[in-house]
């Protein structure tokens, strides 16, 4: 039982466009967000979480939209940049500092110079 | 920089034999760390939770006799890998969140490949 799933497995943006990463979720007790950003052989890194009782957070070109309704988040990265080329994983926690991560299936991003 | 140290980054060995990971928190102390895998083009599943002092909690259908966690102090935990088989060749990560409010911090990675 998949609980937090991205559809697209991958995505290629223009260097410089906006690249949007979409994630959705079944499990109603999540309450925390994340993103990850990983390259090949290397762990996660943490890029940016969001609280389920806000609807957006930003951190400088890292943007997450939330939309608890739909059960849905997405990850907006703009300007998109080459070293932005990864595969990011959206993740979700019922306890942000405590708990485990339950994570989706990743979307590999490609930025085309 | 990193907070989570993982040893070795890869590791072959043969079918039978067993492998010892070990997972570090930096510069601070972690009660509590998360063993993940990832099996090529997959998710990241979590396998444990390693509970220092105290048994680790093992996800449904990770056999707890194959995978031994050891979190023998609040800076190290250990996974093991007894009597490897080929199927077990994946990617392990451990993590651990450095404090209450903080994400998990994931270490690089080993890549375990057994022949």
């Known amino acids: 039982d998949q609980q937090v799933k991205q559809n697209s497995p991958s995505l290629s943006v223009q260097e410089g466009r906006i690249s949007i990463l979409n994630c959705d979720y079944t499990n109603s007790m999540f309450d925390y967000f994340l993103w990850y950003k990983k390259y090949p052989a290397e762990g996660p890194t943490f890029l940016i979480s969001?609280?389920?009782?806000?609807d957006k957070n930003e951190d400088g070109r890292f943007t997450v939209f939330l939309n608890k309704s739909a059960k849905h988040l997405s990850l907006h990265i703009v300007p998109s940049q080459p070293g932005d080329s990864a595969v990011y994983f959206c993740a979700a926690t019922t306890d942000f500092g405590n708990e485990k991560l339950t994570f989706g299936t990743g979307t590999r991003l490609t930025i085309i110079p | 920089g990193a907070v989570v140290s993982q040893h070795p980054s890869w590791v072959i060995c043969k079918s039978g034999t067993s492998v010892k990971i070990e997972c570090r928190s930096l510069d601070f102390q972690a009660t509590t760390m998360f063993w993940y895998r990832q099996f090529p083009k997959q998710s990241l599943m979590l396998m444990a939770t390693?509970?220092?002092?105290?048994?680790?909690?093992?996800e449904q259908g990770v056999e707890k006799d194959k995978f031994l966690i050891n979190h023998a102090s609040l800076t190290l935990s250990t996974l093991t890998v007894t009597s490897a088989h080929p199927e077990d060749s994946s990617f392990y990560i451990c993590s651990a969140h450095r404090g209450t409010q903080s994400p998990l911090h994931f270490g690089n990675g080993t890549r375990l490949t057994v022949t």
């Open positions: 969001i609280s389920s009782i806000k």
């Open positions: 390693s509970n220092e002092g105290s048994k680790a909690t093992y």
